[in-house]
């Protein structure tokens, strides 16, 4: 089960529904990643509207996704950590995220930079 925390993230409500994927400039990141150092990129992935991602671990309508690179001294030999974490919407219009998942692709510890940053523009929105 997923516990779910409100989040502020202004620019989700502009790109939610959009079928896209994203890399965000810092000016964009959720407020909790914006003030940490460790974080470098940060991809987002938001579904068509009314196709909401299917998720194992949740029954909410999971309409965005973040993808996030970590950089951690201590993990070395394998200091690049990356996670996803699930984004849903109360009716209220809220952002909530779930916890952080380890990824499997990329490696969630891994010696180097993933590449999958480098192939996505920032949001047309900024």
């Known amino acids: 089960m997923i516990a779910w925390k409100r989040i502020e993230f202004p620019i989700f409500s502009e790109l939610v529904g959009s079928g896209q994927t ?3 400039p810092t000016t964009s990141w959720p407020t ?6 460790q974080f470098r990129r940060i991809l987002i992935h938001c579904p068509e509207a009314g196709k909401p991602m299917a998720s194992t671990r949740t ?6 996704r973040l993808l996030t690179e ?8 394998k200091p690049f950590n990356y996670n996803f974490y699930l984004l849903t919407q109360t009716p209220g219009g809220e952002v909530c995220q779930s916890e952080p998942i380890p990824t ?3 490696l969630h510890h891994s010696e180097s930079a993933s590449t999958w940053f480098n192939s996505y523009e920032p949001p047309p929105i900024q």
């Not at 029954?59 to 965005?64: D, E, H, L, P, R």
């Not at 970590?70 to 030999?77: G, I, N, S, T, V």
């Open 22 to 24: 994203y890399a965000l």
């Open 32 to 37: 909790w990643a914006r003030g940490e150092s």
């Open 59 to 64: 029954t909410a309508a999971v309409i965005g």
């Open 70 to 77: 970590r950089y951690d001294m201590k993990d070395l030999p």
């Open 104 to 106: 499997t692709d990329p």
